[in-house]
C-alpha cells in the first residue's frame, strides 16, 4: 500500500497516522509501538508534571529511534483566568461545597477515600497544582529543553512558544474544534492542524466530524490537516482523506491497546460498549469531554449540578476517580472514549491495531 501524504514528509514517517496524545493512555510505551510502526507516536503528557514529564520523554527515546511527540493542553479560558482573579464569583470558594457533594457520593457509592498522599505520584511536593498557568508553563519549559521532536497543543494555541520550539527544531501541530480556532492556530506558523470533530473522546468539538474536517481544510489553505473524532479504523482514514485531510490523529482504537496505560477494567469497558454508550460532560476536567457514560457523570445530571471550570473540577473528581481507579470500578470511572468504540471488539497489540 503506498499512503503518502505531506504528513508523512512533515513528520518523517511512513503512514500519514498520528497516535492522539491521550492523557495518561499515550505513554512512552504506547508511543514508541505506534512510532515503530511506522506512525507518529503522541504522549498524552496533559497531567504530567514536569518531572514526569522529562522521564516519560527520555523513557519515550530509549523505546524508539524514530520521531515522537508530546502531547499537553493549553487552554486559554485558565491563563484568561488567572488574568482576570477578582472577577465575578470565585470557582476556588466553590470547591468546598462540590468536595462535599462528590463525598456524599462516594459514600453513596461504597468508595473509601484514598490516601492523599497517592494522589500526588511522581509530582514533586514543590511543582505547580495540576492544569494552572504555572503548570502549562513549566510543562512547555521541558518540553523545549528536552527538544522533543514533536509538540502538539491538545487544547489552545501555542503560539506564544512558537520561537523556542522552532529553535529547538520542534515542529508543531495543534488540536481544533472550530474553522476560527483553526484560523487562529494557522496564524502562529504551525505545520499542521488536527481537525477533532465531536465524534472524538476528550475534549472535543461541537461540531461532527465529517462537516467539520472540509470546513478547516477550506479554511487553512495549504497548512495540511489531520482528520480526527470517530476514526478507529481503516475505513475512518479514507474517510478523513476523501474529506481534504492528509492523515489520521486516531485514539480509541489504540485504548485498547496492550501497550495504552489505563487500568484492564477501562480496556473492557471499551471492548463491552456500543455507539451509545458515551456522553459529553463536564464532570472530570471541569471543559466539555466525550466519556463513557458512568455513574459519576449521571450523578451530576441527576442532581442538577454545574460542574466547576478547569482546574476547579479536578480537584472535586480527583480523589473519586482515584477511589474507583483503586477498587476497579468501571462503572464510576471508565475512562474517556469517542463513538468509535462500537467496532472495537478486544484488546490487541499496538502493532496489530496499527
Known amino acids: 500500500m503506498n499512503l503518502k501524504t505531506r504528513i508523512c514528509e512533515i513528520l518523517e514517517i511512513d503512514y500519514p497516522i498520528v497516535l492522539a496524545g491521550m492523557g495518561g493512555a499515550s505513554t512512552p510505551e504506547l508511543a514508541a509501538a505506534v512510532s515503530n510502526a511506522g506512525g507518529l507516536g503522541v504522549l498524552g503528557a496533559a497531567a504530567c508534571g514536569p518531572k514526569q514529564l522529562r522521564e516519560w520523554i527520555r523513557r519515550t527515546r530509549e523505546l524508539t529511534d524514530k520521531p515522537f511527540g508530546v502531547d499537553t493542553l493549553l487552554p486559554a479560558s485558565v491563563r484568561r483566568a488567572a488574568e482576570t482573579a477578582g472577577d465575578g464569583p470565585n470557582p476556588a470558594d466553590q470547591v468546598p461545597d462540590m468536595q462535599a457533594f462528590a463525598k456524599a457520593f462516594m459514600e453513596r457509592e461504597g468508595l473509601p477515600p484514598v490516601d492523599p498522599a497517592s494522589l500526588r505520584g511522581q509530582r514533586d511536593p514543590d511543582e505547580p497544582g495540576v492544569f494552572t498557568k504555572a503548570f502549562f508553563e513549566a510543562q512547555m519549559q521541558v518540553i523545549i529543553e528536552e527538544r522533543v521532536p514533536v509538540y502538539a497543543s491538545g487544547l489552545g494555541n501555542p503560539g506564544p512558544w512558537m520561537n523556542d520550539l522552532r529553535a529547538g527544531g520542534t515542529k508543531v501541530m495543534a488540536v481544533v474544534g472550530a474553522v476560527r480556532h483553526a484560523i487562529q492556530v494557522k496564524s502562529s506558523g504551525l505545520d499542521i492542524i488536527v481537525a477533532q470533530g465531536h ?21 487553512v489553505g495549504d497548512t495540511p490537516v489531520l482528520g480526527a473524532g470517530g476514526i478507529v ?122
Open 233 to 354: 479504523d481503516g475505513r475512518g482514514v479514507a474517510a478523513a482523506l476523501m474529506l481534504g485531510a492528509e492523515g489520521a490523529w486516531i485514539g480509541s482504537a489504540f485504548l485498547a491497546s496492550e501497550e495504552a496505560g489505563i487500568l484492564d477494567f477501562q480496556k473492557q469497558a471499551i471492548v463491552d460498549a456500543t455507539e451509545e454508550g458515551t456522553t459529553i460532560s463536564r464532570a472530570v476536567t471541569g471543559k466539555p469531554a466525550r466519556i463513557i457514560r458512568s455513574r459519576w457523570t449521571d450523578y451530576w445530571v441527576a442532581e442538577h449540578r454545574e460542574p466547576l471550570p478547569m482546574p476547579f473540577q479536578g480537584m472535586v473528581a480527583g480523589p473519586v476517580m482515584a477511589a474507583a481507579n483503586r477498587d476497579g470500578r468501571g462503572d464510576v470511572n471508565p475512562g474517556f472514549a469517542g463513538q468509535g468504540i462500537g467496532m472495537i471488539k478486544a484488546v490487541r497489540p499496538a502493532k496489530a491495531i496499527f
Open 199 to 219: 465524534d472524538g473522546g476528550g475534549h472535543n468539538s461541537p461540531v461532527g466530524t465529517m462537516a467539520l474536517i472540509p470546513q478547516v481544510v477550506d479554511a
